[in-house]
């Protein structure tokens, strides 16, 4: 690798990374248009933190964004493999499912809307 590896670089510069977050910003609905680490990180801890499900979608698919990059770059560094972005992405989304899955949820509009996006049901509370 030429370019100096560091957080803007790895998750936001690189080829790789954009195509990954842009998927997953599409399917979780984060709707920021930052182009830094620390713009995005801020704008996921200000806004809808909380426990409602948009915000948990938002925070788990980040988080499994961070992870799979990561994991990515290191088994290209180390292993010399390397997976495509669809491939990448495909099992990001599963990871995300099998959470959201766990879960349990209160029944409302937005649930509905995430068990659609997400084609899956969530356990709902009683």
Known sequence: MNEAEDLE??????????GVWKRI???????NTHVSWD?????????NNGNNIG??????????????????RNCRTFR??????TDVVNTMFETVKMKLLSLTV???????EVESDWAIVCRKSK
């Open 9 to 18: 670089h790895l998750f936001f510069k690189c080829e790789f990374s954009e």
């Open 80 to 85: 010399d493999t390397k997976r495509e972005v």
């Open 106 to 112: 209160k029944n409302s509009i937005a649930v509905r």
């Open 39 to 47: 713009d995005t990180v801020k704008d996921l801890i200000e806004t």
């Open 55 to 72: 915000s948990v979608v938002k925070r788990l698919c980040f988080a499994a964004s961070v992870y799979s990059i990561w994991r990515e």
């Open 25 to 31: 910003k599409d399917r979780a609905r984060i709707n």
